[in-house]
């Protein structure tokens, strides 16, 4: 199988994202020609992450000094007291611009490593191997880093470009289910949002990509679904305008989440597949999309048994405080609520904001 290997160029850097099956085993290789003069290299781990995987890399660095930490990620670790003691680990280690952060792990690990990476000396080497499927198509791509805080989710944080990101598919042949459709939620947001080619091949193919049945299609889904975020992120680095886009059917879906005090019991991609559901019901209603679309989506989830049902968790008595919750958005500007929509499948959606009320009689409906 070959490597794929595209470059993101922001105004801070240019860096390349390589995809390919088990190239975590010569990541020597792509670290000495992206960074030069790095001597100290702290990797830092998810613990759920196979031994087998950890060996091959500490082998391939090992002209390196290497110093491991390992960390059993959830939401209430990825915390500023977590960034706090690795950044003394590694100013303690006295580390280097030159010298280097790698990460292993999902979204919370990245989060967490490329924050401490940009703080440090104002910004030491990064690289991330994402290994979850969210990770490889999502998260590790943008530069966006962070820890919450007791205000919210991803509070503190900065934009800081990796210089580097390895995306190796073997690694996710140990990832459970429920995280392999958290990423293909993000999967098929991109191709909603802006590509209705890949949506159109999703159809076909998608049952094999959530059941990890065959390498090619899996790193086609996940090459094509970076260049969509890529293209995103290039044009507005900093979240100013089109990165918005981005946040299509997360409205609903935060509210979701905090709604059933995640992760306890609705995932983040869960939560985002109904909120896509939703958004697409709710831009049909509005007559801004056509039914045939709505149900073509809607006979992909079908196919798939993707969670498209908010009544499996919330009850009548739940909408007050879901619209809450999506009123708090930071997509606001008024006592109105922002929703990204689409009009058409593959083309860029719009944001158009509607009263409280609106979504409340669209919500309701949906429980008789
Ligand atoms: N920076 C961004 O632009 C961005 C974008 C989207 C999401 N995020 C953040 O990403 C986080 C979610 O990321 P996630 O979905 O990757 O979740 P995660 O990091 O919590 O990983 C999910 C689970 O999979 C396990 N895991 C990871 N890799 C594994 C592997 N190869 N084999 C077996 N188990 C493995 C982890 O231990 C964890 O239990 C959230 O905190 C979210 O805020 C950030």
């Known amino acids: 199988m070959k490597i794929t290997k595209f470059k993101i160029v922001t105004k801070n850097k240019t860096y390349p ?16 020609s992206e960074i030069k003069n790095c001597k100290k290299i702290s990797l830092i781990i998810d613990n759920n992450i196979p031994k087998k ?9 090992r002209k390196y000094s290497i110093f491991i930490t390992y960390i059993k990620t959830n939401e209430k670790i990825k915390s500023i007291l977590t960034v706090e003691k690795i950044v003394d680990n590694l100013l303690n280690k006295n580390f280097h611009r030159n010298d280097c952060i790698i990460a292993l792990g999902g979204g919370i690990l990245g989060d967490i490593a490329a924050f401490s990476a940009s703080i440090i000396k104002r910004g030491i080497k990064f690289v991330n191997i994402p290994t979850t499927l969210l990770a490889q198509v999502d998260s590790s791509i943008g530069g966006k880093t962070g820890v919450n805080s007791k205000y919210g989710k991803n509070l503190i944080g900065t934009f800081y470009q990796p210089d580097l990101v390895l995306s190796d598919i073997s690694i ?3 990832l459970p289910k ?3 459709i958290c990423g293909y939620a993000e999967i098929l947001k991109h191709s909603l949002i802006l590509n209705k080619k890949l949506f159109m091949w999703l159809l076909n193919n ?7 049945k065959n390498d090619t299609l899996m790193q086609k889904a996940i090459h094509a679904s970076c260049k969509i975020k890529a293209k995103i992120i290039t044009k507005d680095e900093n979240e100013n305008n089109l990165r918005a886009i981005l946040n299509f059917g997360h409205t609903f879906a935060h509210a979701f989440e905090t709604t059933s005090k995640f992760p306890k019991i609705i995932n983040h991609g869960e939560a985002v597949l109904m909120g896509m559901i939703c958004a697409l019901e709710f831009a049909y ?3 801004l999309l056509k039914h045939q679309e709505l149900m073509m989506v ?8 993707l969670q498209s049902d908010i009544k499996k968790y919330f009850k009548k008595k739940d909408i007050n405080k879901i619209i809450k919750y999506m009123k708090s958005d930071k997509k606001n ?19 158009i904001d509607f009263s409280k009320n609106k979504l409340k009689v669209f919500l309701v409906d949906k429980f008789s």
Do not use: C
């Open 17 to 32: 994202i390589i995809i390919g099956n088990n190239i975590i085993k010569r990541i020597d290789k792509y670290l000495s």
């Open 53 to 61: 995987n950890i060996y091959e890399i500490q082998k391939s660095l």
């Open 172 to 174: 996710l042949r140990s």
């Open 178 to 180: 429920k995280e392999v």
């Open 206 to 212: 998608g049952n094999k990509i959530i059941n990890l």
């Open 285 to 287: 209603q509005n007559k």
């Open 298 to 305: 809607k006979k992909h989830y079908r196919e798939l048994n």
């Open 333 to 351: 500007f008024n006592e109105n609520i922002n929703l990204v929509l689409l009009k058409k499948i593959g083309n860029k959606p719009t944001l």
